[in-house]
């Protein structure tokens, strides 16, 4: 199981937002996820469950959350975490000084072979041993 790239939770959030603000970045998140070769980690869906469901400007329903997910998970790699996936995170927290979960994202994307993480939650341009953060949103 590998893939070229990892996306971040974020991306997923803005490609079902129904917030008019976030049209732009809507538009640029459904076509960078037609566009590259991703994998994704339980933890990004768990993540996206939660917050598209708990912020209420996205006003997505439970429904159209199993249904993306549903798709993701048929359609692309999707890595299950492992005490060694938790141990390499650890690592990474204290050796780059972010929090447990980026780095458990960056942990996961290293896991499956991703050279690029795209996300805007962490530093664009950065390399985290051989993951590369871009914010496809700059």
């Not at 998140?29 to 991703?38: R, V």
Request: aromatic share 10%; glycine share 2%.
């Amino acid at each position: 199981m590998t893939a070229t790239s990892f996306i971040d939770t974020n991306i997923f959030l803005y490609v079902v937002s129904g917030a008019v603000e976030d049209a732009p970045k809507r538009a640029k998140a459904i076509e960078l996820i037609a566009s590259c070769d991703f994998a994704i980690s339980i933890q990004v869906m768990q993540e996206f469950a939660d917050a598209a469901l708990r912020k209420k400007r996205l006003d997505v329903t439970p429904q159209e959350v199993r249904l993306m997910l549903e798709e993701l998970a048929e359609s692309f790699p999707v890595l299950t975490p492992t005490p060694s996936l938790v141990f390499r995170a650890l690592d990474l927290t204290s050796r780059y000084q972010i929090r447990y979960y980026d780095a458990a994202i960056i942990a996961a994307a290293q896991e499956l072979g991703c050279q690029t993480l795209y996300s805007e939650d962490l530093n664009h341009g950065q390399t985290y041993d051989t993951v590369q953060v871009i914010n496809p949103f700059l």
